[in-house]
């Protein structure tokens, strides 16, 4: 104990010599050397002179934790709890405190335990209290079985620290057949087919009951011509996976399936739905037939937006303007919907309404708001008004301790820190100190930070916040050796990584311009350019290079055809080749029935972020509809390929 409160004490020395920020920094750095190399107790006079540095609590967590996984006792125990209570949940703070509850469950330190947890923490941090409570006797027996079961009774694999509460329900026999044949059927319906084994293995193979069928229903849904009686919720789920395998078939059988199972009329509704939408997602003909069949009282707005497309597809103006009229208030007013009634109208000859529809959503500055102006001829309002600086409101800001933080951990390029902080720093402020903290971050050329928190202040006119000239020598750069607009550069970076240097995707995609490391290694390839890593990928002039490169392919492929491309760019070539239609038609029906709704609503935005970008370049915005001429049929972008093979042969 003695070593921790010397140290605290030192913290709180005053008159402390000051250091320059970049001194601070190094010094910092080589604290948590010593912290690494469990030395920062003989660092005293180091630490005195960080007594005001915004991240040396992050040096303490650091140590507290390494000695945590060396040695824990009751002192060091001591030593965590106060320093927990002394400061805030910074990222550093929250892991010890993660890391010291593992620690007291794996220990048996129970009342410390149950002193920290909270409810907002995670499964395991809750087995472990629940674990806690057992051993305590702190419930009757009956509460202490509805816990345990609240963690036992989930179609998915638990964490490691709720199976000594698993055993104490196994122990009591509160594991009984019917519960473990009902969690084996929620496993199966959340796709953990291994789980549902696991389960019916814990019982004699004679008293394992439907788990096998349901299993092999869904391993095998084809048996569903056949099968005599299933769970109805199990079939719908085994249903669904047929319709993927053979979309005629499972339509052909549902109706015998309801009466042969004894759907009830939800089930039979989402067997309907599901096979709705796919036709309507695979531009097939039935889809309108199929969509018909919905009780609308059950549809819900998804599937009223694919009925919608499907007729727009098929070019069925009167169907799309009745879904449309008979769609819920809040969902007419959306934008596509405006937009598509209006194009319903025009289609219909009621041209005067269709422009009264086209006037009121022309001032919005969107993707369908220009759609809706260059119908009328009339020009873009960008609705431009930047935020006003408030001088009170940025130094309170800038006294916020998480702020400072943030600030620090960016100057050390920790960018994934640096956002917990501004997270934790601006959670609970007012949209109007939101809308300064965007200015703030703004400042800093922090320009992810700066367009998400003016987004959560709910104010969305200023575009020079929420569209950045970033980077602007190097896109110029960029946009001289490609030969493509410098303001689709922009958008491409903006739609893919919001600017962040250091972004990856859940899929594997990197940096600015979101790149797969194959396909970079590919273009690199083509350009003769090394075999570029990771860390070049986080580089912005090397993505840069390559994702433009990458991007002018995409347009030479589909024919200099943006929305092509831009689809392409985000779904790959291969699925937008897919998608081509047999017949060209209108850009805007393309782009809106595009099956993936990520995909699909990546070109809408890329569009309207494309429109502002020309704008803040000065350059001549022009019409967005003449940047999205019809797109043509597959066999004709097929024979303009064999053309342009055979020219460069």
């Not at 394992?208 to 769970?231: C, M, S, T, Y």
Request: charged share 25%.
């Amino acid at each position: 104990m003695r070593l921790f409160t010397t140290l605290c004490a030192l913290l709180l020395t005053t008159g402390a010599q000051a250091l320059t920020p970049e001194a601070a920094r190094e010094l910092f750095r080589d604290l948590e050397a010593a912290v690494a190399q469990g030395e920062l107790a003989q660092q005293q006079d180091a630490l005195v002179k960080l007594a005001d540095y915004p991240l040396t609590p992050y040096l303490l967590a650091d140590d507290l934790r390494r000695r945590l996984r060396r040695s824990p006792d009751p002192v060091l125990d001591d030593q965590i709890d106060a320093f927990l209570a002394e400061h805030e949940p910074m990222p550093p703070v929250e892991s010890l405190r993660r890391a010291w509850l593992d620690s007291l469950a794996e220990r048996g330190h129970w009342p410390r335990l149950l002193e920290q947890v909270r409810d907002d923490d995670g499964t395991a941090v809750q087995c472990h209290a629940t674990l806690a409570r057992i051993r305590l006797d702190q419930a009757s027996a009956a509460e202490l079985t509805a816990q345990g079961l609240t963690h036992w009774q989930v179609g998915r694999s638990q964490p490691e620290a709720c199976d000594p509460v698993f055993a104490w329900l196994e122990q009591r026999g509160e594991l009984t057949r019917d519960r473990i044949i009902e969690r084996a059927r929620l496993a199966v319906l959340a796709d953990q087919t291994g789980l549902a084994r696991y389960l019916a293995r814990q019982l004699p193979e004679d008293r394992q009951g439907p788990i096998p069928r349901w299993i092999d229903a869904v391993a095998n849904p084809g048996e569903l011509r056949q099968i005599a009686a299933l769970d109805g919720d199990i079939a719908v789920h085994a249903y669904k996976k047929l319709a993927l395998r053979d979309l005629d078939g499972a339509g052909d059988i549902l109706p015998s399936l309801v009466q042969r199972l004894d759907l009830d009329a939800g089930q039979r509704h989402e067997m309907q739905r599901w096979t709705a939408l796919l036709h309507g997602q695979g531009h097939n003909d039935e889809a309108l037939t199929w969509f018909a069949k919905l009780d609308p009282a059950r549809t819900d707005d998804f599937a009223r937006g694919w009925h919608v497309r499907s007729a727009i597809r098929q070019q069925a103006w009167d169907t799309a303007l009745r879904v449309i009229d008979a769609m819920p208030a809040a969902q007419q007013e959306e934008e596509e919907w405006r937009y598509w009634r209006g194009r319903s109208l025009a289609a219909t000859g009621r041209r005067e309404a269709a422009e009264q529809v086209y006037a009121a959503l022309a001032g919005e500055r969107s993707y369908h708001g220009y759609l809706a102006a260059d119908r009328l001829d009339l020009p873009y309002d960008f609705n431009r008004n930047p935020l006003s600086r408030d001088a009170d409101s940025q130094r309170r800001l800038q006294a916020i301790p998480a702020l400072q933080r943030a600030r620090e951990l960016r100057a050390l390029e920790r960018e994934y820190p640096a956002r917990a902080e501004w997270r934790l720093g601006t959670r609970d402020l007012s949209p109007a100190m939101l809308e300064q903290a965007a200015l703030l971050a703004h400042d800093w050329n922090w320009h992810p930070l700066a367009i998400i928190t003016l987004a959560d202040s709910d104010y969305w006119d200023d575009l020079d916040i929420r569209y950045p000239l970033h980077l602007r020598d190097a896109v110029s750069d960029a946009a001289t050796t490609s030969g493509l607009d410098p303001a689709l550069i922009l958008t491409i970076m903006r739609t893919e990584s919001l600017f962040m240097a250091n972004a990856h995707s859940p899929a594997g995609a990197i940096g600015l311009m979101q790149l797969m490391p194959a396909t970079a290694r590919r273009v690199a390839q083509d350009m003769g350019e090394a075999r570029p890593g990771i860390a070049d990928l986080e580089t912005p002039a090397t993505n840069l290079r390559l994702g433009t490169r990458y991007l002018d392919q995409m347009l030479e492929r589909f024919d200099r055809q943006p929305a092509l491309a831009m689809a392409a760019y985000n779904a790959g070539p291969h699925r937008v080749d897919r998608w081509l239609p047999e017949a060209a038609m209108p850009a805007d029906i393309w782009v809106e029935t595009i099956a993936y709704t990520e995909t699909r609503e990546y070109v809408k935005r890329a569009f309207s972020h494309l429109i502002v970008f020309r704008m803040r370049l000065d350059q001549p915005v022009g019409r967005l509809s003449d940047r999205m001429p019809p797109v043509p049929a597959a066999r004709q972008l097929e024979a303009a390929r064999e053309a342009a093979d055979e020219r460069e042969s």
